[in-house]
């Protein structure tokens, strides 16, 4: 009996210590991340508007007014720790080209929550259903998500509330630290403290989620960033905001119109990958790539959103 009890002392010491001390440090800033946006004129950045979620909780969400005849909708999601603000320039262009655009502070970003957290995984899906339903996006509408945002959408496409919306755009997405296109902590941008997540996942797998509040991701923002942004992800927010763990069951699932835009200078995610995932997939959206250019400025250069607004118009007459 002694061994036994022995074993598991030792692997109950070793779970609470990869909990207690496995978690992230902050990497070093990353330049071609943070130092983009501070070209971007937000002077003219729309006012906050605010939905409830089902549980209470106010949201936060930008909305621009298409110029001339509406054509329908784009809902944007930003990517890991930022807000509403970075999809500006795409919402700008989507508006001037006719959509109605919404630009939506993710709970736990932005003013939306407290920054790194939600209460549960799944919160975020339950939150996009609510928006659909509070606000009510024109149709024909796109739900478009970059990088983990972009993970998310799929994540939303591949879901029960699919249907909310008639297509879908992944603009560089995040797909799993495991997938082909995945580079060593995403080319230096977050730091992962994968004995806590490895731990915490052992716990929940028991029913336990009490230390779930605890951070497993931190960004690698400069310190100025840091005070505007979200610095790090608890659990619960780095389960959710992203596609289901296995991301290729979750790309089969998915029954709306879908395209896949990256660039091919990408120096997050090895982008050339993505058209081989979607296609050992078993499907045939359209992927494309854009020469030399990198992963915040598919978001911001002229050239590269003007092909966005052409992949949610080809989505849009899909459906």
């Given at each position: 009996?002694l061994?036994?009890?022995?074993?598991f002392v030792v692997?109950l010491?070793?779970l609470?210590?990869?909990?207690?001390?496995?978690?992230?440090?902050?990497p070093?800033?990353m330049a071609t991340?943070?130092?983009?946006?501070?070209s971007?004129?937000?002077?003219?950045?729309?006012?906050?508007?605010i939905?409830q979620?089902?549980d209470?909780?106010?949201?936060?969400?930008r909305?621009?007014?298409?110029?001339?005849v509406?054509?329908?909708?784009?809902?944007?999601?930003?990517?890991?720790?930022?807000?509403?603000?970075?999809m500006?320039?795409?919402?700008?262009?989507l508006?001037?080209?006719?959509y109605?655009?919404f630009?939506?502070?993710m709970?736990?970003?932005g003013?939306?929550?407290a920054?790194?957290?939600?209460?549960?995984?799944?919160?975020l899906?339950?939150?996009?259903?609510d928006?659909?339903?509070?606000v009510r996006?024109p149709?024909?509408?796109?739900?478009?998500?970059?990088?983990s945002?972009?993970?998310?959408?799929?994540?939303?496409?591949?879901?029960?509330?699919?249907?909310?919306?008639?297509?879908y755009?992944l603009?560089?997405?995040f797909?799993s630290e495991?997938?082909?296109n995945q580079?060593?902590?995403?080319?230096?941008?977050?730091n992962?403290?994968?004995?806590?997540?490895?731990?915490?996942a052992v716990?929940?797998?028991?029913?336990?989620?009490?230390?779930n509040?605890?951070?497993?991701?931190?960004?690698?923002?400069?310190?100025?960033?840091?005070?505007?942004?979200?610095?790090?992800?608890?659990f619960?927010?780095?389960?959710n905001?992203?596609?289901e763990?296995d991301?290729?069951?979750?790309?089969?699932?998915?029954a709306?119109?879908?395209?896949?835009?990256?660039?091919?200078?990408?120096?997050?995610?090895r982008?050339?990958?993505?058209?081989?995932?979607?296609?050992?997939?078993?499907?045939g959206?359209?992927?494309?790539l854009?020469?030399?250019?990198g992963?915040?400025?598919?978001?911001l250069?002229?050239?590269?959103?003007?092909?966005?607004?052409?992949?949610?118009?080809?989505?849009?007459q899909a459906?």
């Amino acid at each position: 009996m002694l061994i036994p009890v022995l074993i598991f002392v030792v692997a109950l010491l070793a779970l609470a210590g990869s909990i207690a001390f496995g978690g992230p440090t902050p990497p070093a800033p990353m330049a071609t991340i943070n130092d983009p946006f501070r070209s971007v004129d937000f002077s003219d950045l729309p006012p906050v508007l605010i939905f409830q979620a089902s549980d209470g909780q106010p949201l936060a969400y930008r909305e621009y007014v298409p110029v001339g005849v509406q054509r329908g909708s784009v809902t944007l999601i930003h990517g890991s720790s930022a807000s509403s603000n970075s999809m500006h320039p795409m919402a700008k262009a989507l508006a001037a080209a006719g959509y109605k655009a919404f630009a939506l502070d993710m709970r736990g970003h932005g003013q939306s929550g407290a920054k790194g957290h939600i209460r549960h995984i799944g919160q975020l899906d339950s939150d996009l259903a609510d928006f659909v339903r509070a606000v009510r996006p024109p149709q024909p509408s796109t739900l478009a998500g970059f990088s983990s945002g972009g993970g998310f959408v799929l994540r939303f496409a591949g879901g029960e509330n699919q249907s909310l919306f008639g297509s879908y755009l992944l603009l560089s997405p995040f797909l799993s630290e495991s997938a082909p296109n995945q580079r060593p902590g995403s080319g230096g941008w977050v730091n992962v403290g994968v004995p806590r997540i490895i731990g915490l996942a052992v716990l929940n797998s028991l029913g336990i989620r009490a230390f779930n509040w605890l951070p497993v991701a931190s960004f690698a923002l400069n310190e100025q960033a840091r005070t505007l942004l979200t610095p790090e992800y608890d659990f619960n927010l780095a389960m959710n905001f992203r596609p289901e763990r296995d991301y290729v069951a979750n790309i089969q699932r998915v029954a709306k119109p879908c395209a896949v835009l990256a660039g091919a200078a990408d120096e997050a995610f090895r982008t050339e990958k993505l058209e081989e995932i979607v296609r050992a997939a078993g499907k045939g959206w359209e992927v494309e790539l854009l020469p030399n250019v990198g992963h915040i400025p598919l978001t911001l250069e002229p050239s590269a959103v003007a092909v966005m607004v052409r992949h949610v118009r080809k989505l849009q007459q899909a459906v």
